[in-house]
């Protein structure tokens, strides 16, 4: 399985990035994608999570600003983030991992994530 993040970058206070997860090998054994966010020298944060049936999850810092969703078709999660702020500087890794207990209040569960994606970085900055 892999999982590979794009979509990061460098952006103004304000604006908006779209990221994309793209997942090949098999991963019917996962139920649930999310997103989580690490800073140098912090530990690794959920950011938002989907489930199977389309359920939602997001960390209270970014709700109403970021947007989880998923084209299973093309086998791809993506996060919407509008309203950037420079405290959403970060190295965002997208996850895979099973949600039988429902989603956590920050996405998925760090103890049920089966495969991480290498990252991409966001900097929010100007």
């Known amino acids: 399985v892999k999982l590979v993040e794009s979509g990061g970058g460098l952006v103004q206070p304000g604006g908006s990035l779209r990221l994309s997860c793209v997942a090949s090998?098999?991963?019917?054994?996962?139920?649930?994608m999310g997103w989580f966010r690490q800073v140098s020298g912090k530990e690794r944060e959920g950011v938002a999570g989907?489930?199977?049936?389309?359920?939602?999850s997001y960390t209270d810092s970014v709700k109403g600003r970021f947007t989880i969703s998923q084209d299973y078709a093309k086998n791809t999660v993506y996060l919407l983030m509008s309203s950037l702020k420079p405290e959403d500087t970060a190295t965002y890794y997208c996850?895979?991992?099973?949600?039988?207990?429902?989603?956590?209040?920050?996405?998925?569960?760090?103890?049920?994530?089966?495969?991480w994606g290498k990252g991409t970085l966001v900097t929010v900055f100007g």
């Open positions: 090998g098999d991963i019917s054994g996962d139920d649930c």
């Open positions: 989907i489930d199977s049936d389309g359920t939602t």
């Open positions: 996850a895979a991992g099973y949600c039988t207990g429902g989603l956590g209040p920050t996405g998925i569960p760090p103890e049920n994530v089966d495969y």
